[in-house]
């Protein structure tokens, strides 16, 4: 007993803040804790809470690098590359990251639980209530980025190790190797359906909740319900199931249009709409940390951050979809409320604060490039320049300053007017401000695991695959309505409803690291045909060895046992 409280309560020693950043500053004696159960419990839960936010950063980019909403300047030599690259390799040191941490997680949370025993208290049993939502988070978190798909052969294709806690017998100690898909699934439903149990309390949405577990239920059922094609209806029923307990709840509730399109300003505590964010503080960063945070890729506020990724042309593309969302500070107009988590670089005359306006548009070539072209008004007449040639720009739609031109090279290109916007290596910065800006004009960010939105998202999935499409149409445009008004969908069917959820789910989600995912769960291909230092012509199919990551080859060097790596080919 003594063994595992000291394993345990190293691995929550390195987290020593406030509240729930607290952590105790060493080892604990044993009969200390039996004796005062309550007080080290609380330290223990919150070193547990602890390894979340070291997980949640290489979490966030295994899941949104891999998609296609993002596009990057340039190469890089940080191992994150390969998640934009697909150039798999077992030795990543943000995949060891996310495997370390989130282990460590499952450790604390299982010799928690087996620590203490349940019925003490309402108190205790909450406790151990979070740790089994805990528990079950991260195997699910694990299972989606190193098992494939629940749809393809769940019973053979293999998923996670199961290991529960510390054993007792260290020495010669040998662990079981990787079980199935389908079985580490059994374990994050049973975990989450004992959580479900015994969690009574409701301490906010930075702590395990029964809404979080029946959020997550949702999800986790949503993937195990099959593709639009071949459903699984037993499951889809399921992810109804949950996700009405947290609709119906009337704990949370959807942000009205314009409080949503501040969602990244508002704490997890101070949002209605947030279910479980793992919670970040101020006090985390000093110096330069806000460069090596989530959102430090995706911009540069303050003078804090690299800011070489940006919206990607296909993302931009979505937006617009229903009418042009416009960033110009004159001319300020955002049709799509998600917009409002994109922020251009406009760049202005440093003598006379003008800015140039310019035809922007995508060319074609060897790959897509973005061009800015130097606009010139002539009464009605509207030219650019771009290269040695003038070209006189054909109105598609003038009121949205949408036009062609017949290009030199023999292609016509579709642009917008628009100012000039600062480039990176030839990308125009379209800043993504949602994993910033938490309650300071910094990168703080608390990174969220589950909100209403998505929620409306999963039912209106699962009712699809169940063949009701007017109820999935109704949840559809709970969210669509919200964001774009009067852009409701007229109706859906087993034709385009696959496309439509997922457009929106693409829409919603963006930047919350679901995009890969919810691609290849559903059978689909990852394209990424738009400008950046990706490989453009990549074309990722559900059933290329690549949609999954490789175990670490640090955590197979280090295993007590056989630990089975995942495919190196097709």
């Known amino acids: 007993m003594k063994k595992k409280i000291f394993i345990a309560l190293m691995a929550a020693a390195a987290f020593v803040s406030c509240d729930i950043d607290r952590a105790p500053y060493g080892s604990m004696d044993a009969d200390d804790i039996m004796n005062d159960p309550d007080t080290y419990l609380e330290s223990m839960i919150n070193g547990a809470y602890g390894q979340l936010k070291a997980w949640s950063d290489p979490m966030h980019r295994a899941g949104e690098y891999a998609g296609d909403n993002i596009a990057i300047r340039g190469t890089s030599t940080d191992a994150f590359f390969e998640f934009i690259s697909y150039n798999r390799t077992p030795n990543n040191g943000r995949l060891n990251q996310f495997w370390n941490a989130g282990y460590k997680a499952i450790a604390q949370t299982s010799n928690i639980i087996d620590m203490f025993a349940e019925g003490q208290s309402e108190e205790i049993n909450n406790r151990l209530g979070e740790c089994y939502y805990i528990r079950g988070l991260m195997y699910f978190y694990f299972v989606r980025a ?165 919206a990607s042309a296909k993302y931009i593309d979505l937006l617009n979809e229903t009418g042009r969302n416009d960033w110009r500070e004159e001319k300020y107009n955002i049709v799509d409320a998600r917009a409002a988590f994109i922020a251009p670089t406009y760049s202005q005359d440093a003598n006379t604060g003008n800015y140039t306006e310019v035809f922007r548009f995508i060319r074609k070539g060897n790959t897509l490039t973005y061009a800015q072209a130097t606009v010139t008004r002539n009464g009605n007449t509207i030219t650019c320049r771009d ?42 910065q379209f800043y993504i401000t949602k994993a910033s800006r938490e309650g300071e004009e910094s990168h703080l960010h608390s990174p969220v695991i589950s909100r209403l939105g998505e929620v409306y998202l999963n039912r209106a999935e699962a009712y699809a695959k169940l063949g009701n499409y007017s109820a999935a149409l109704a949840d559809l445009n709970e969210i669509r309505t919200r964001s774009i008004v009067d852009g409701a969908y007229s109706s859906i069917n087993t034709s385009n409803a696959g496309t439509l959820i997922d457009k929106e789910r693409q829409l919603e989600l963006a930047f919350q690291a679901e995009r890969s995912y919810d691609v290849y769960r559903n059978g689909g291909t990852l394209t990424r045909h738009y400008p950046g230092a990706h490989n453009q012509s990549l074309e990722v199919v559900p059933t290329d060895y690549r949609v999954v990551y490789y175990i670490p080859q640090d955590a197979i060097n280090a295993y007590p046992g056989k630990l089975t790596q995942n495919p190196t080919s097709n």
Do not use: C
């Open 387 to 428: 290269g040695d040639n003038t070209y006189t720009l054909t109105p598609v739609d003038a009121e949205q300053e949408t036009y062609s031109i017949n290009h030199a090279d023999g292609n016509t290109y579709t642009g917008v007017i628009d100012n000039f916007i600062t480039v990176n290596n030839g990308l125009p």
């Open 146 to 310: 190193y098992g494939r798909p629940y749809y393809d052969n769940p019973e053979t294709n293999l998923g996670m190790p199961i290991v529960n806690g510390t054993p007792e017998d260290i020495p010669g100690l040998e662990l079981e190797d990787r079980v199935s898909v389908a079985a580490t699934y059994q374990q994050i439903i049973a975990d989450l359906e004992r959580a479900e149990e015994l969690l009574t309390m409701n301490n906010g949405p930075t702590y395990a909740s029964k809404g979080a577990v029946y959020a997550l239920l949702s999800r986790v059922y949503l993937y195990m319900s099959g593709t639009y094609q071949v459903p699984n209806t037993q499951y889809a029923q399921l992810a109804v199931d949950y996700a009405d307990k947290v609709i119906n709840s009337g704990d949370y509730s959807l942000l009205p249009r314009e409080r949503f399109m501040q969602y990244n300003t508002y704490t997890p505590e101070n949002n209605p709409e947030t279910i479980f964010a793992i919670k970040r503080m101020a006090s985390e960063f000093s110096g330069s940390d806000h460069y090596y945070g989530v959102g430090g890729m995706y911009a540069n506020i303050g003078g804090q951050g690299w800011g070489e990724m940006y």
